[in-house]
């Protein structure tokens, strides 16, 4: 074993685009999908007789609500692990020559708990995402009433907003297992 093996390394970022779409998501999306939800939640309870299934659209719109609000929460909690180098660098210096690299140590480990908890928030964002869609569906689907124009144009957004849901919860599976045994997210 040579001795470059055993100096210790600062430890990846992850896939480049990583940080980014983990902040775009859980900091700007998250938020405005949950405020859509919730307003969306008003206008259910409010005009409950124009639609078909009011009562289980507002419990996915509503547990949409949590999911995505958790996914910030458990997103900020992992936030404060991630860090770089360069950051490190800014805040304590550079590391002397012979010097202890206790600082690697401690990101290569925070980066570790940052992945954790990233990947908690993501699969939050993904379910949150997922009854969004499944709230907006029941929605859509026409009340008894609608005419039959009416019900055809809704019943094909039914189905196309259905495609969406099922597409997004297959792809947050495949992606979350692809992830799992190519991304850094498992080491």
Do not use: K
């Not at 992850?14 to 938020?31: I, K, W």
């Not at 609500?65 to 360069?86: E, K, N, P």
């Not at 569906?137 to 009340?143: D, V, Y």
């Amino acid at each position: 074993m040579a001795d470059d093996d055993l100096v210790p390394r600062w430890a990846s970022l992850g896939p480049h685009g990583m940080r980014a779409a983990a902040e775009a998501t859980q900091f700007v999306a998250a938020p405005l999908l949950a405020g859509a939800a919730i307003a969306t939640i008003g206008v259910a309870g409010a005009d409950g007789p124009q639609f078909r299934w009011p009562g289980p659209a507002m419990l996915a719109l509503t547990t949409a609500a949590v999911f995505l609000l958790a996914g910030i929460q458990l997103a900020l909690r992992a936030r404060r692990y991630l860090y770089s180098r360069a950051d490190t660098q800014e805040w304590e210096g550079e590391l002397e020559e012979g010097e202890t690299p206790q600082r690697v140590y401690q990101q290569s480990s925070d980066m570790q708990v940052w992945r954790h908890w990233y990947a908690t928030s993501a699969r939050a964002y993904e379910i949150g995402v997922s009854l969004l869609g499944l709230g907006i569906l029941g929605l859509l689907a026409p009340p008894d009433h609608a005419s039959m124009g009416h019900a055809i144009c809704r019943w094909t957004a039914v189905g196309v907003v259905g495609l969406a849901v099922v597409m997004q919860a297959v792809s947050a599976v495949r992606f979350n297992r692809m992830d799992r045994r190519r991304s850094p997210l498992r080491r």
